[in-house]
Every structure is written in structure tokens, then in C-alpha cells.
């Protein structure tokens, strides 16, 4: 679907593609040959795909790459076999990358610029930064010639359209987690504007760089590409740009209950290569209502985490108030220096006079709550080091210490459940992980979310009730006045049977040189409960995922390849005879 062709010789490869065998072939174009044929075109301009073939045929790296036959054959509008078919995808793909590189950077950084979180008590409909990156994302599809559909404010809908009814949905998303701006400092001191991208080395500072602004670019110029080419399509593509997927994930469905859903799903919103399960996800919230300090010495008066349920901070700080400041603070300075050197050392607290304040810190390294082990949770330490100081270091009890009891009590440092007596595993999905993550306090209560990821091997309703039991015998134990709430979707495994998913991992695994295998992961996705829904990316599973953290970040080279993958792989799935 992909190749600049004219009328004739598009129909031709079209043909070609759907009467081949069905099953994908590895493209004869390794990671090293594809670095140097965008080394040799570093410095040459390209106009379009043909006169970009022409070139490369003529030089040394298409030459080392042995395409030659490949670029004869489509030059010549010949029938390509399907091992032809996957170079000539990857060479667009290439092409691509060559070609709009620069741009598609600048688009990200034009996205990231406009910030899209959610406020509380405004819709994000209603928002006008919501209808501010609309109306961006709209120039961008007009300026590309593409199909845009602003639903409601809540989809936007970005379509190329193919020659049958058959569509395949390219899930991303246009919101992003909030962000605690004084903790955007790298450790040499750098401050960071969290909306504005920041290039230092390679990489691309800014919230939505790694989720998931930079999948709205890549998809939207890979449809680009394809339709200033005329190339043909057996089936259309519709990106989908959800409002609310880091909040109340309303917005898909909404969508859904006014438009048909697609047969084919992909999120380009996880990990690569192909991720066929997800974890269920939900949150244990626990709800504390505020009461006045009892008894004698310093009183916690403030406490801060993270700001969305599924986002682990790097700081948590929390503020007292006391007669003595000075003697208070250095107490809590020697507690919380024997308290880290306790429990691994990988994480600072500091505790300093503020005014007539003491603010106690815990810094420790923020995360995605779905892989609550890539971060050092300074709220669940936090948490415990409140409890583990209460008797030690006159407190008054109220809310807070109530909120720091349950934490240290239930689920301490150990994000696998074992405190709790909950955890579970599944051989591919992995363990159940369990994160004290966002902190909520007004004049009325302090809430304290744990955010959950389940595997298969226990059902919602079964985990819910497991956890529930527990916590009730603890709090008729206890007797802390708090109120739970509980929520848990089912988790996702996907069958991984299809041409159009041997496709996808084939042209992942090739391009990253990974192993060719389907994965699994802890994050949900908007195509969880949708029907043939996978991840593609954008995310290598080697390396730490950057979204939702403090800092996040994604490197100009990972998102360049990312932008020639994506291009590939909807010539080849737009292109296969059946899916």
C-alpha cells in the first residue's frame, strides 16, 4: 500500500500483493544496511519514492543491500514477489524517515508544547487545550490530505481510506499524566520546562514525548506518506486520537457507542514487538477523613505523592509543624538517614527547616505504576518511615498517620503483594504488582490510591473480595476510621493467530533485532477490550519506560525509527490478502 507509484504500476503491486502466499517473508535489509543507506542520503535531498529508489539503485548501499532486483522489478511496474514486496516496504519506511524526519520532530515538539492534562472538575471536551491540539492536529491532517473527524471533542479520527470495508483502528493518544514541575531537575542541576522539548544529547525532554504524542506524528505521517504516493489500499486505516485514555478512558467509548468499531486494533501506545496480553489494571482507594490531631508533638499537617493513580513520583514530601523546628527536623534527618541505610540505600531523605515548618523528603525514582519495579517508590517509603518514626518521635495522631499505619501495615516496600498476602504469577504475564501511587488531601480527606496490575490466574471479582477480606480484618484491628473503594478490569490475552500479527512482529523484530516473539505487559491500553487488539510499540521493552516519570523523555533516534517502522509496517498489513 505504501509505494509511490502511478496508477498502472500501483494496481500491478497491489495485485501482486494479494494474490501471494500469506505469510510474511524477513526483508533482506539488516539493521546495519538500513544505517547506511540513511548515511548516504544524510546530505542528498529526496523528492519522492521512485527518484529515491532510482538514486539508491545507482549507488553502494542499496548495492550492499542487494535490492537491486527488488527496485528493477517495482521501477519497471513488474509483479513483486513477497520477499520484494517486504524490501520495498522497508525502503519506504526508510524513505520515510529520509524524507520527513525533520518535520515529523517539529510536529512533536508543536504537539508537547500544548498541554493536555486533565483539570479537575473541567471535562476534557471542554478544555481549551483540548481544543487547542484539535485544531492543530486538524491543520496537520488537511495540510496531508487526510480525512479528519473531530468527535465531539472526544476521538479525533484521522482515516485513509482502503478498497474494502474492512479497517484496521491505530490507537493513540493526545492527553497526558500531569506533571509536578519543580521535580523536572536533571542531576546535574538542568530545570526543565515539562511542555517545551528540551534536546540535550539525544534526547528529547518534554511530557508526551514518550506518551503518547509522538505516536499521533509517526502515524500521521506514514498515512501521509502513502497518500501523496496514490498508493492503493486493500483496507482502510483510522487513527484514533482518545482524549481520556490517562484518565477516565470514556472517550473510546463514547466513540465506539456513534461509530462502528474496527475489526483490527493496535495501539501504538506499549511495547514493541507485538504485545498480545495486558494486565488488568485498578486501584485499592482508601479514604481517610480528617481529624484533628491527638495527643502531643509535632503534627503532620501536609503530605504529597504522586498526581494520577498510575504514576509513581520521585518525590513525596511531607510538611510538620512543631514548637522546636530545628530539634524536630534533625530527628527526622537521623531517622530517615537509618531508614534508607535499612532498606537498600537507593533513595535520599532529607529533612530541613522551612519558615516555621519542617519538610521531610523522600526522593527516589519515578515510574510508569505498571512497572513498579523499573522505580524506587518514594511514596510507600514515605509512608512507612511516617510509621516507623510514630512513637519514637512525638507525633500527633490524625489522617495522615491513620493513612500511614494502613500503608506500612499492608503493603510496605513490597509492590508484589507478599504483605498483603495477595501475590499471584502468571508464567507469561508475570506477578501481580501493587503501588501505593497518588496522594489526595483537601479539608474534608486524604485519599491514598494503590494501583494494581493483575495477571491471569484470579479473576476481578476473586482479588477484589481476597483483598477486601484482608482489609477488613486489619481495620476491625486497627480501628482507623477509612473507607475503601475498589475497581479491577479483567486482564488481556489475545490468541496470536493471523497473518496481520505475524506481519507486525516480522517487521518489529527485524527493525529492533529483537527476538521473534510476542510479549506481554503491565500496562492497559484504550484496544483492551477491543476486538483483535495488540500493542505495537512505541516503547523497547529493554529499556526503561519514560512516560509518566518525572524527566520523561524519548531519544530523537529511537523516535526516527519508530516513524520508519510504523511506515513499514502499514505497507505491509495495508497490503496482505487477508489478515
Do not use: C
Amino acid at each position: 500500500m505504501y509505494f509511490p507509484l502511478k496508477q498502472l504500476a500501483a494496481a500491478t503491486l497491489l495485485a501482486a500483493g494479494l494474490s501471494a502466499v500469506a505469510s510474511p517473508a524477513f526483508a533482506n535489509i539488516t539493521a546495519d544496511q538500513s544505517a547506511a543507506i540513511l548515511k548516504s542520503f544524510s546530505e542528498t535531498p529526496v523528492t519522492d519514492f521512485r527518484s529515491f529508489l532510482g538514486t539508491l539503485a545507482k549507488g553502494e548501499p542499496g548495492k550492499s543491500a542487494d535490492v537491486g532486483p527488488a527496485i528493477t522489478a517495482f521501477l519497471d511496474n513488474k509483479a513483486l514477489s513477497v520477499d520484494q514486496q517486504d524490501e520495498i516496504n522497508r525502503l519506504l519506511g526508510i524513505y520515510t524517515r529520509v524524507k520527513y524526519g525533520k518535520a515529523a520532530l517539529e510536529s512533536l515538539r508543536e504537539l508537547v508544547e500544548i498541554p493536555t492534562f486533565n483539570v479537575d472538575g473541567l471535562p476534557q471536551y471542554k478544555n481549551p487545550e483540548f481544543l487547542k491540539i484539535a485544531d492543530k492536529i486538524q491543520a496537520l491532517a488537511k495540510s496531508f490530505n487526510l480525512n479528519f473527524r473531530n468527535v465531539d471533542n472526544r476521538v479525533y479520527e484521522i482515516s485513509l481510506e482502503g478498497s474494502s470495508d474492512e479497517v484496521v483502528g491505530i490507537h493513540a493518544h493526545a492527553d497526558v499524566v500531569p506533571v509536578t514541575p519543580e521535580n523536572w531537575v536533571l542531576k546535574d542541576g538542568t530545570k526543565l520546562d515539562p511542555f517545551k522539548v528540551t534536546l540535550i544529547g539525544d534526547r528529547m525532554y518534554g511530557r508526551g514525548t514518550e506518551d503518547d504524542k509522538n505516536a499521533i506524528v509517526v502515524a500521521m505521517y506514514a498515512m501521509k506518506v502513502i497518500k501523496e504516493e496514490k498508493l492503493p489500499l486493500a483496507r482502510t486505516f483510522k487513527l484514533l486520537v482518545d482524549t481520556t485514555e490517562e484518565t477516565a478512558g470514556d472517550a473510546i467509548p463514547y466513540y465506539f457507542e456513534r461509530n462502528p468499531t474496527p475489526q483490527y486494533n493496535l495501539a501504538l501506545d506499549g511495547g514493541y514487538p507485538v504485545v498480545i496480553a495486558e494486565k488488568g489494571s485498578g486501584t485499592v482507594m482508601a479514604t481517610f477523613p480528617v481529624r484533628k490531631g491527638e495527643g502531643t508533638g509535632a503534627e503532620i499537617i501536609a503530605l504529597t505523592g504522586g498526581k494520577a493513580t498510575n504514576q509513581i513520583p520521585s518525590v513525596s514530601v511531607a510538611t510538620l509543624i512543631s514548637e522546636k523546628p530545628a530539634e524536630l527536623a534533625a530527628s527526622l534527618q537521623q531517622a530517615g538517614d537509618d531508614y534508607a541505610k535499612r532498606n537498600g540505600g537507593n533513595f535520599q531523605v532529607s529533612s530541613k527547616v522551612d519558615g516555621k515548618d519542617v519538610k521531610l523528603t523522600v526522593t527516589g525514582v519515578s515510574a510508569h505504576s505498571s512497572e513498579p519495579e523499573s522505580g524506587v517508590n518514594p511514596v510507600a517509603r514515605m509512608l512507612e518511615l511516617i510509621h516507623s518514626v510514630d512513637g519514637k518521635i512525638a507525633l500527633k495522631h490524625n489522617h495522615i498517620t491513620d493513612a500511614a499505619k494502613y500503608a506500612a501495615d499492608n503493603w510496605g516496600l513490597d509492590y508484589l503483594g507478599g504483605k498483603l498476602g495477595v501475590g499471584y504469577s502468571d508464567d507469561f504475564m508475570g506477578p501481580l504488582t501493587t503501588s501505593p501511587t497518588f496522594v489526595g488531601l483537601d479539608d474534608k480527606a486524604l485519599k491514598l490510591a494503590v494501583n494494581l496490575r493483575a495477571p491471569k490466574g484470579k479473576t476481578p471479582e476473586a482479588l477484589k473480595a481476597q483483598i477486601e477480606q484482608k482489609l477488613n480484618v486489619w481495620d476491625q484491628q486497627a480501628k482507623v476510621k477509612v473507607n475503601f473503594t475498589y475497581s479491577l478490569d479483567a486482564p488481556m490475552y489475545r490468541n496470536p493467530e493471523g497473518e496481520w500479527v505475524k506481519a507486525l512482529l516480522a517487521v518489529a523484530t527485524e527493525n529492533l533485532g529483537m527476538q521473534h516473539k510476542f510479549g506481554t505487559s503491565a500496562g492497559a491500553t484504550s484496544v483492551h477490550d477491543l476486538p483483535n487488539g495488540v500493542q505495537f510499540g512505541l516503547a523497547r521493552p529493554e529499556e526503561k519506560y519514560t512516560g509518566h516519570t518525572d524527566g520523561e523523555f524519548k531519544t530523537v533516534s529511537q523516535f526516527l525509527l519508530d516513524l520508519q517502522i510504523v511506515t513499514e509496517m502499514m505497507g505491509r498489513v495495508g497490503q496482505l490478502p487477508k489478515l
